[in-house]
C-alpha cells in the first residue's frame, strides 16, 4: 500500500487549505485513515480520524476549524483546515490502517509529509 498526499502550502493566518491522500497498491481492507502532524521540536500528534463508517474524532485545538473526510470508493482521506493559526505549522501525515486478507492483522502506513506554514 502506498500513500500519495497533497495539498500543503504557506498561507496567512485566517486562510485556509485542503489536504488530500490516496492510497493505492494491494488494498484488501481499510479501517480508520486519518491525518497528523509533527511541528518543529515536537512530536508527532494525532489531527483527526475517521473510520469506514465515517466516525470522526479531532484533537481539541482543531475542532470547530478542521474537517476530516474520506471517499471509499477513492481510498481518499481529505482534510480541509480553516481559520488557520500559526500553530498549525508543520509536516502533515496521512495514515492509514489496512489488512492485506481477511486473517491478516491490521497494520499503519504513512503518507510522505505534506507541509503547511501558516504566517502570521
Known amino acids: 500500500v502506498q500513500l500519495q498526499a497533497s495539498g500543503g502550502g504557506l498561507v496567512q493566518a485566517g486562510g485556509s487549505l485542503r489536504l488530500s491522500c490516496t492510497a493505492s497498491g494491494s488494498i484488501f481492507n481499510i479501517n480508520a485513515m486519518g491525518w497528523y502532524r509533527q511541528a518543529p521540536g515536537k512530536e508527532r500528534e494525532l489531527v483527526a480520524t475517521i473510520t469506514s463508517s465515517g466516525r470522526t474524532t479531532y484533537t481539541d485545538s482543531v475542532k470547530g476549524r478542521f474537517t476530516i473526510s474520506r471517499d471509499n470508493a477513492k481510498n481518499t482521506v481529505t482534510l480541509q483546515l480553516n481559520s488557520l493559526k500559526p500553530e498549525d505549522t508543520g509536516l502533515y501525515y496521512c495514515?492509514?490502517?489496512?489488512?492485506?486478507?481477511?486473517?491478516?492483522?491490521?497494520?499503519?502506513?504513512w503518507g510522505q509529509g505534506t507541509l503547511v506554514t501558516v504566517s502570521s
Open positions: 495514515n492509514v490502517r489496512h489488512r492485506a486478507s481477511l486473517f491478516s492483522s491490521f497494520r499503519d502506513y
